[in-house]
């Protein structure tokens, strides 16, 4: 985003002279990536991803709604990006702007279009109840390469999140029951692979010079960027050229075997994290059941000493009529 941050000509010559020395002002190499922290909220569907300065919060929700005449038997999935006016001064509130509408649907075709999510598991009801994904992205801090960040958020929120259980029945036999989750465990997102999108610049009038995951400076310098979207299988999800200078064949698929090795690594990564954040959910899960099954216990326990009282009133009652019965034959 050029409107972002002004630079003078000073400044862009500068920074041109160290990308050619092959350094960079934040102390990086050409193609050295910053360092990426995710953060899990306290809800399922919730991450906050960081890449240097830039920050991004995804969050996912689910409804039951009809689904599309041309696919009943599949879910939908809509995306939708807020940039918030504190993540960067070009920014503003209200209707979405053209960046906002262009990084969703980068999202949406590398995550859609190339099948990594299973539309056909969030089928309930064929033809009736499907569940629709929402997923919302805010923006909260514009430091460089957004959809580099947005791609990891989305992604670890799809990972985290969980549909409630839903049981078809009724009189009817087409009445769909949603279960709480202490009553049944929540349903995972089948997500087949994990496109994640790395951002090149170019800088120059050959674009020769090339730098991955640009920061925000650097985009106000560069004449051009090229977004790839990869899963870690090497396959290509989507492939985004945001205009600026021409670009060859040559160094396009070079920018693919780049973004390869550093998609890998960063897939490990969010795989990491998230199995620390299964097993913390998990812990928490067992210290939540453990006061229902205590309450079922007590009053299991209550029962059985109401059963017990009234086996005693009924075992007095009855010595208590022989006692009587007794006493009548002795008088007799």
Not at 101 to 113: F, M, Q, T
Not at 139 to 158: E, I, K
Request: charged residues 25%.
């Amino acid at each position: 985003m050029r409107e972002a941050i002004l630079l003078s000509a000073n400044e862009r010559e500068f920074l041109v002279g160290a990308l050619q020395a092959e350094q960079r002002v934040d102390g990086r190499r050409p193609f050295d990536t910053r360092r990426l922290k995710v953060r899990f909220g306290p809800n399922d569907g919730v991450c906050e991803a960081q890449l240097g300065p830039t920050r991004v919060l995804s969050s996912v929700t689910a409804e039951l709604v009809e689904p599309f005449p041309d696919r009943p038997n599949e879910g939908s999935v809509r995306f939708s990006v807020e940039f918030s006016p504190m993540a960067s001064p070009s920014f503003e509130a209200g209707r979405p702007s053209e960046e906002a509408v262009e990084v969703a649907r980068v999202i949406e075709r590398s995550l859609k279009g190339s099948g990594a999510i299973d539309t056909e598991a969030l089928c309930v009801l064929s033809g009736r109840k499907v569940w629709a994904l929402n997923v919302l992205i805010h923006v909260l801090d514009h430091g460089g390469a957004l959809l580099d960040a947005c791609s990891v958020s989305v992604l670890c929120a799809l990972l985290s999140f969980r549909h409630p259980d839903v049981t078809v029945g009724g009189q009817s036999g087409q009445e769909v029951i949603v279960h709480p989750p202490h009553v049944k465990e929540p349903i995972q997102l089948n997500i087949h692979h994990l496109p994640l999108a790395i951002s090149f610049a170019f800088f120059e009038d050959d674009g020769e010079l090339v730098v991955v995951d640009p920061s925000l400076k650097e985009e106000a310098a560069m004449r051009g960027m090229l977004t790839v979207c990869l899963n870690p299988q090497g396959e290509l999800c989507a492939l985004q050229k945001a205009g600026g200078v021409a670009v060859s064949t040559s160094q396009i698929m070079r920018c693919v075997r780049i973004a390869s090795g550093k998609v890998a690594e960063r897939a490990g990564q969010m795989k990491a994290l998230l199995s620390e954040y299964e097993q913390g959910r998990e812990k928490n899960r067992i210290r939540r059941r453990r006061p229902h099954s205590a309450m079922e216990e007590e009053n299991a326990g209550s029962g059985s000493a109401q059963a017990g009282d009234k086996s005693t009133y009924h075992q007095m009652e009855s010595s208590s009529d022989e006692d009587s019965s007794e006493e009548e034959e002795e008088e007799e």
